[in-house]
Nanobody, 124 residues
Framework: VQLQASGGGLVQAGGSLRLSCATS????????MGWFLQAPGKEREFVAA????????YYADSVKGRFTISRDNAKNTVYLQMNSLKPEDTAVYYC??????????????????WGRGTQVTVSS
């Protein structure tokens, strides 16, 4: 299972970014695809996830109404559209996968496939 995250960058507060997570190696219709962030000196935390098969989405309270997770089946890619960005959103963002045969989880330890992170910096 291979994941490749991209799309990070520097943006002013109130701006937008779209992160992409390209997938390969497995049939991702049987996975939860998640986005996590990790700020300096802090633990990795859940941002959003999507059940690839059903399309059900999940969000952390801190991003509800601002971030949207979606997928493109033809491109085997998951996206995280981030709007109304705040300085506290600054972190390295990672995409991850967890088989959907298991229960849904927001814990990073429960995801067994990870891509390299992409840096998001929001200036005030």
């Amino acid at each position: 299972v291979q994941l490749q995250a991209s799309g990070g960058g520097l943006v002013q507060a109130g701006g937008s970014l779209r992160l992409s997570c390209a997938t390969s190696g497995r049939t991702f219709s049987r996975y939860y695809m998640g986005w996590f962030l990790q700020a300096p000196g802090k633990e990795r935390e859940f941002v959003a996830a999507l059940n690839w098969s059903s399309g059900t989405t999940y969000y952390a309270d801190s991003v509800k109404g601002r971030f949207t997770i979606s997928r493109d089946n033809a491109k085997n890619t998951v996206y995280l559209q981030m709007n109304s960005l705040k300085p506290e959103d600054t972190a390295v963002y990672y995409c991850a996968a967890r088989p959907s045969s298991f229960y849904f989880s927001t814990a990073s330890k429960d995801y067994n496939s990870w891509g390299r992170g992409t840096q998001v910096t929001v200036s005030s």
